[in-house]
């Protein structure tokens, strides 16, 4: 199983809303990543997980708030979001971060956030 | 830090070569990953690069260079399916992949 899922596929949301994005894969990775990604442009680093802790987080406002409940799992927490959050949110995961192997990134489909 | 740079955007004929350019500037180097991205999908793996040299993947080649920066990516015998976009990703010293902005290739018949 190579497949990283994620749910769900689209979601749209108030900005008084609370509401949660899920991920999980099962090829044994250690390292789980959160993406946000505009259109026209690369996806930019939220969080990484390694080894089920948070090892990344590249000053991401605390109206997200990942969660790494297992190995497999990972959540990413959304409450008082605005407008301009609205974004594909990319999960992706890996062997743990290292430079002695490949550990190339699986995506999964992303969910496509609306906020209102 | 790390910058990476990409053309935007580029244009080829069906069947024929096209080289997409990755140049960038990194405080540790540990690996260069190509990811193609169709329009809505997430980004799939093409090729990773450690040492310098040429990577051959069927139809897809991936070349580096770490003492000048620069790496590119060769698509051959162009498809209408390999319009996309194509993200150079540099793992650096934290060891976590930043992505360069991509570069959306068209291809047209």
């Known amino acids: 199983d190579t497949e990283v899922t994620q749910t769900p596929k689209h979601l749209v949301m108030g900005m008084t809303n609370k509401k949660s994005l899920k991920c999980e894969q099962h090829m044994g990775h250690r390292a789980m990543y959160w993406y946000k990604q505009k259109a026209k442009k690369p996806p930019e680093l939220m969080f990484v997980?390694?080894?089920?802790?948070?090892?990344i987080n590249e000053s991401v406002p605390s109206r997200f708030s990942p969660e790494c409940p297992n190995s497999s799992l990972l959540n990413l927490h959304l409450h008082a979001l605005q407008p301009e959050d609205s974004a594909l949110y990319l999960c992706a995961s890996s062997q743990a971060p290292s430079g002695r192997v490949v550990n190339e990134q699986f995506f999964g489909p992303g969910t496509r956030l609306t906020v209102l | 830090g790390q910058n990476i740079d990409q053309p935007t955007e580029m244009t080829a004929t069906e069947g024929a070569i096209v080289q997409i350019n990755c140049t960038y500037q990194t405080s540790g180097f540990n690996g260069l990953f190509w990811y193609q991205q169709h329009a809505g999908e997430a980004p799939t793996f093409l090729s990773y690069?450690?040492?310098?040299g040429l990577e051959e993947k069927g139809r897809f080649s991936s070349f580096l260079s770490r003492s000048k920066g620069y790496s590119y990516l060769l698509l051959k015998e162009l498809q209408m399916k390999d319009s996309a976009s194509y993200l150079c990703?540099?793992?650096?010293?934290?060891?976590?992949?930043?992505f360069g902005r991509g570069t959306s290739l068209i291809v047209h018949p």
């Open positions: 990703a540099v793992k650096g010293g934290s060891y976590i992949p930043t």
């Open positions: 997980y390694s080894y089920e802790k948070l090892s």
């Open positions: 690069n450690v040492l310098d």
